[in-house]
């Protein structure tokens, strides 16, 4: 049974106020920093300081760099003084409802050619009580699952975490995360082999279509450039585009791996049921954009639909179905305890 949440307003102590201090300062000394890493490093790479000249084109582009620094990290030290001025913190205390991953992906680098560019990954991560979300560290989210009664205080303006505790782990965990023998048995356990019904035929097809689209879609843009070099006569410059042709086989390979064992999915005509139970659940988007809903259980990591993901809370007995060879979700359902 999920515990009810609560919301309460508390004065600061003498340790919140030093954090929020720290949090204060590192906003002061942040614009500094940047400051004099640009100033002498303009000075030892060009031989000249900024505005010894007065001022000119770069020492333009370098203060509006820098007025977009001192102007958020001044935001944010506006918000954190408003916080200690004010003398509350926020205290929420209940069950993990959800978490959540934002993986954001840039390139940088060499605009001629994607050989020398490189990909910065970006993962910011959540976890959601009382319906609000808070913006955890990594080790918080990994250590922290669904279910979970936990309390946590945050400053009302700037959200600054000041204390994170777990109250009560969720009872439903087992020995795979915690070293320990599950609370409750499964009615069912086990994965049984069942048939193909009309149904799943129609989802594999689908699940196929989309591959093929995506192949389309990533593949087809680097596969007309190579036509077109070739067709121009310009085909050497390939050598410098090492990457298009690259991408073009990696896409066409992996298109017909994935069709193999879609035809020997058909022709098997077999699914596996796995009945199991919740140990967490998690939510992801890539870029913004659409999240993905998976559900970790005791027989492994299960990507489902929105509808059923959110009935659960994390200590339910499910049923999944799923295909014998690519693993995809073909229908899930709770069971009765």
């Given amino acids: 049974m999920m515990s009810s949440s609560t919301y309460v307003e508390k004065n600061l102590t003498r340790a919140d ?131 979970d009664l936990v309390e946590i205080t945050v400053t009302p303006r700037a959200n600054m975490i000041l204390q994170f505790e777990l109250l009560k782990r969720n009872e439903s965990l087992d020995e795979q995360i915690l070293g320990k023998k599950p609370t409750h ?63 073009v086989i990696w896409q066409l390979i992996s298109l017909l791996k994935w069709y193999f064992k879609y035809r020997r999915e058909l022709s098997q005509h077999s699914k596996k049921i796995v009945h199991t139970y919740v140990l967490d659940k998690y939510s992801s988007s890539l870029n913004g954009g659409s999240n993905t809903f998976t559900i970790l259980t005791k027989e492994g990591e299960f990507e489902v639909d929105q509808a059923f993901y959110q009935k659960i809370q994390g200590s339910e007995q499910i049923v999944v179905e799923k295909s014998a060879i690519l693993e995809i979700v073909l229908a899930t359902r709770l069971t009765l305890a």
């Fill in 17 to 147: 106020q030093r954090l929020i201090r720290m949090g204060m300062l590192g906003f002061v000394v942040i614009p500094l920093i940047f400051g004099l890493i640009i100033y002498f490093g303009f000075g030892w790479v060009s031989g000249e300081y900024l505005f010894n000249k007065g001022m000119d084109f770069p020492e333009f582009i370098i203060l509006g760099f820098m007025s977009m620094i001192v102007g958020f990290c001044g935001f944010m030290f506006w918000e954190k003084y408003k916080d200690l001025s004010g003398g509350l913190k926020h205290v929420y205390q209940g069950p993990i409802q959800n978490k959540r991953k934002a993986v954001s992906k840039s390139s940088s680098g060499s605009s001629r050619s994607s050989a020398g560019s490189r990909t910065k990954t970006t993962v910011t991560y959540y976890i959601k009580i009382k319906d609000k979300e808070f913006k955890v560290a990594p080790e918080r989210y990994q250590n922290h699952h669904v279910g």
């Fill in 185 to 247: 048995t499964l009615s069912q356990p086990g994965v049984k082999n069942a048939s193909l019904t009309n149904s799943d035929y129609r989802i594999l097809r689908k699940a196929w279509y989309k591959k093929l689209r995506k192949a389309i879609w990533f593949g087809g843009l680097p596969l007309g450039v190579m036509i077109s070099l070739i067709s121009s006569g310009w085909w050497g410059l390939l050598i410098f585009l090492f990457p298009v042709p690259i991408i």
